[in-house]
């Protein structure tokens, strides 16, 4: 059973920058969440995609963007990069059942996305 | 304002010394709480979801309980292999998002 993938592993990007980030989640999934870890911080929730719709979001600004594709990997867009941008990011798979997501959301291992 | 504390922030323990990590919250429309192991680099790994107040969950030598303002993660007889960061993540808000707090780091010397 194939868990939750993304890529690249590893980004180095220069600050102003755009960065696109992919995720495709576990078998039987079909919402996406996108956090992103700052070091010795725990998760922050960016936003959610289900149906291909963002269905919410966390409090980030517009640069941060994403898109969700039928067959329901997900990518993460975020636009004129920030030094503050640094951090882990992560993708989490879970799935809707009766109108209502199932709270239970299994992370991919991240992108360490560095902006220098 | 969602608020979540873990403590204690770091803690370093013998092997075979047993302990517990703390998480309290003040969360609206809680639904109910989850527990992660996190390793270095890596991303949190599933250990338990807790849904009502006196809920309990085992998992080897780790077990998880809740109350209707706080969690705690009991740790018994550790092992090395149990160091890493804990988070725990309390659903709530008006559409259930994960709300983390900072994590524990727990070490455990042979």
């Known amino acids: 059973d194939a868990g939750v993938t993304q890529s690249p592993t590893h980004l180095i990007k220069t600050r102003g920058q755009q960065v696109t980030l992919r995720c495709s989640p576990k078998?039987?999934?079909?919402?996406v969440s996108w956090y992103q870890q700052a070091l010795g911080q725990g998760p922050q929730f960016i936003f959610q995609y289900y149906e291909e719709e963002e269905r919410q979001r966390g409090n980030f600004p517009d640069r941060f963007s994403g898109h969700q594709f039928p067959n329901y990997s997900s990518e993460l867009n975020v636009n004129a990069l920030l030094l503050g941008d640094s951090a882990l990011y992560l993708c989490?798979?879970?799935?809707?059942?009766?109108?209502?997501?199932?709270?239970?959301?299994?992370f991919g291992p991240g992108t360490r996305l560095t902006v220098t | 304002e969602d608020q979540v504390t873990q403590s204690p922030e770091a803690l370093r323990l013998q092997e075979g010394e047993s302990s517990s990590l703390n998480c309290s919250y003040t969360?609206?429309?809680?639904?109910?709480l989850f527990w992660y192991r996190q390793d270095p680099g890596k991303g949190p790994e599933f250990l338990f979801t807790?849904?009502?107040a006196g809920e309990e969950k085992e998992k080897e030598r780790l077990k998880a309980t809740l109350t209707k303002k706080e969690s705690f993660l009991h740790i018994t007889a550790p092992k090395p292999e149990d160091s890493a960061t804990y988070l725990c993540a309390p659903i709530g808000g008006s559409q259930g998002n994960l709300i983390f707090g900072k994590g524990t780091k727990l070490s455990v010397k042979p």
């Open positions: 969360v609206s429309g809680l639904r109910g």
């Open positions: 807790l849904y009502s």
């Open positions: 989490a798979s879970s799935f809707l059942t009766s109108g209502r997501v199932s709270y239970e959301q299994y």
């Open positions: 078998s039987g999934h079909d919402t």
